[in-house]
């Protein structure tokens, strides 16, 4: 079984040469991945970023889509009318083809 830990380091007495690491969740990895994705992020670079994008999110779903484009020395940030379904396998093959993205 493959486990996922959020720890939490204390470093509250500078005196105590002793620091104390707490476990504050436990979950699993296998849970994580099968769990739908709320919210995404895409950092587009292009306009062929965008019809890929656009190409592998075609159907409605539960995800929230957001795009990130510079221009400039700014970024505009785009949020998609619609949600969208996303699997995992689609996100992977993405990040392939150097498109980043982010999980919220």
Do not use: A, C, H, W
């Not at 991945?33 to 995404?40: D, G, L, Q």
């Not at 970023?49 to 970024?75: A, F, M, Q, R």
């Amino acid at each position: 079984m493959n486990i996922l830990l959020t720890l939490i380091k204390n470093i509250s007495n500078d005196e105590n040469r002793f620091k104390r690491i707490n476990v504050q969740k436990i979950g699993s990895l296998i849970d994580l991945f099968n769990s739908p994705i709320k919210e995404v992020s895409f950092d587009v670079n292009s306009n062929e970023n965008i019809d890929t994008i656009s190409k592998s999110l075609v159907d409605e779903g539960k995800t929230e889509v957001y795009l990130n484009i510079p221009i400039d020395d700014k970024t505009l940030k785009f949020k998609l009318k619609n949600s969208r379904n996303l699997e995992r396998k689609s996100l992977n093959l993405l990040r392939k083809i150097e498109i980043s993205s982010v999980i919220n």
